[in-house]
């Protein structure tokens, strides 16, 4: 068994609608994501979107990025997801952290203040520079496409 990755210290400001809720945290010692609670209430209607406040402020480390995903449970059971999955917060982002969530469901949601909403994980991010060539390198899939390397077979007609 391999030792724990040391955690990564991110400093948050904890603004004045966020007091006396908890912080992010990893709800098992395996967990990926830490639980984000909503610091406000919302009734969420069938096809609704909305930005729902943390009442938090983060300095994510630079060379991090903190990717928003959705909790499986509300997906699963009411159609709760976050329309952009995985949501990135930068880390020169300085606003409040607000989770942007979508009813996919048939009814509306009702969101209170302190309800878990969604999953933070922090992730390392490695910037790219673009090199422009005359060709590229030959792979067996080559320009294959959409769906191109398997899968479901479509019967037709």
């Not at 400093?11 to 406000?40: I, N, Q, S």
């Not at 909403?117 to 390198?137: H, I, K, N, S």
């Not at 959409?146 to 037709?156: D, I, K, N, P, Q």
């Amino acid at each position: 068994m391999t030792a724990p990755s040391p955690a990564v210290p991110i400093l948050f400001k904890r603004l004045p609608h966020g007091e006396g809720l908890p912080l992010p945290a990893y709800a098992t010692p395996g967990a990926a994501g830490m639980d984000v609670v909503a610091a406000e209430d919302v009734d969420l209607a069938p096809g609704a979107r909305h930005a729902v406040a943390t009442g938090l402020a983060l300095a994510i480390p630079h060379g991090f990025e903190i990717q928003v995903r959705p909790r499986s449970g509300l997906a699963l059971k009411h159609g709760i997801s976050v329309p952009n999955a995985p949501g990135t917060i930068d880390s020169d982002y300085r606003g409040e952290l607000k989770i942007i969530l979508i009813n996919h469901g048939a009814e509306a949601f009702a969101i209170r203040r302190g309800d878990r909403v969604a999953q933070l994980v922090l992730a390392p991010v490695v910037q790219g520079t673009w090199l422009e060539v005359d060709e590229l390198d030959e792979t067996a899939r080559g320009e294959g496409g959409f769906g191109s390397t398997g899968g479901v077979v479509a019967l037709g007609n």
